[in-house]
């Protein structure tokens, strides 16, 4: 008899997902999609547009006072929103 190396299949998959050049991609998802929950259902009402561009989060927010609030908060929303998704996506989060 003979043993093989049995791999977990996370790490299967994310070999799989690197090759493919899917793993960015969908960390970025991840990323939009964690917004509303990091921020909580008052923010998420005024949250119109998300999108991410050159490892920086874009959010358009409709009302100016929250803008400016959140303006202020950004260094710690970066970092709670990779660390939700448990790896280094973005670097900035620009909000108009």
Do not use: C
């Not at 100016?64 to 929303?77: G, I, K, N, V």
């Not at 970066?78 to 280094?88: D, I, P, Q, T």
């Amino acid at each position: 008899m003979f043993r093989r190396k049995v791999k977990p299949l996370s790490e299967v998959l994310g070999k799989v997902l690197r090759d493919g050049g899917l793993e960015l991609p969908l960390l970025q998802k991840r990323v939009v999609d964690a917004w509303d929950e990091i921020v909580g259902p008052n923010v998420e009402q005024y949250t119109q547009e998300k999108s991410i561009r050159n490892q920086t989060l874009f959010v358009k927010i409709s009302n100016p006072a929250l803008r400016q609030d959140l303006s202020m908060m950004r260094t710690q929303l970066v970092k709670r929103l990779n660390e939700h998704v448990g790896s280094f996506v973005i670097s900035e989060i620009r909000i108009y």
